[in-house]
């Protein structure tokens, strides 16, 4: 059993390394810590420091790009209401304008029923003095004859015709003029 114990004394043991394993790997690990902190460590801070960068600036132009938007936004609907406010009186307008049309087409039409009112009235009076003209030369014509069958003579005479007929039609004008008022 001494020999078994002696045997186990001189073993190494397997879960306590060796002093020159430990010295070896700590050498080790030294050497790679520090080319981590020399060599990669920088280049990660560069590359998270330009993805930061890129970020806020892409955060920054996002925000600037939305400023933008929002103040084009802003323009168009000041445009849009300005179009709106100028269709309204432009509609307005139109409106006043087709009302004034009408209304000016109103009194034309007013203005030319009058007139042909009063040429057709002129031409009945024209009409009416046409007939009253033949009316009275035919009145005295026959006013003569049957004058002339009465008295038994002729009235030959001209001016002496003209004179009777125009008397009596004078008579007659005076007699109708009150009955026709």
Do not use: C
Request: proline letters at 3%.
């Amino acid at each position: 059993m001494n020999t078994l114990i002696l045997a186990a004394e001189e073993a190494p043991n397997p879960v306590i390394p060796h002093i020159s394993e430990l010295i070896l790997g700590l050498v080790a690990f030294l050497l790679l810590l520090w080319i981590m902190q020399k060599f990669v460590s920088p280049r990660f801070e560069a590359l998270y420091s330009e993805r930061a960068a890129k970020i806020e600036g892409g955060i920054e132009r996002a925000e600037q790009a939305q400023a933008e938007a929002q103040k084009a936004l802003d323009e168009y609907k000041a445009q849009l209401a300005e179009a709106r406010a100028e269709a309204a009186r432009i509609r307005d307008d139109a409106r006043a304008e087709g009302t004034q049309i009408v209304e000016e087409l109103r009194e034309q039409a007013q203005a030319e029923s009058a007139r042909i009112v009063a040429q057709g009235q002129h031409q009945l009076d024209a009409q009416r003095a046409q007939i009253v003209a033949e009316l009275r030369a035919d009145l005295g014509r026959v006013a003569v004859e049957l004058a002339g069958k009465v008295v038994g003579e002729a009235l030959e005479d001209e001016a002496r015709r003209r004179g009777t007929v125009d008397r009596f039609l004078n008579e007659l004008d005076a007699v109708a003029a009150p009955a026709g008022k």
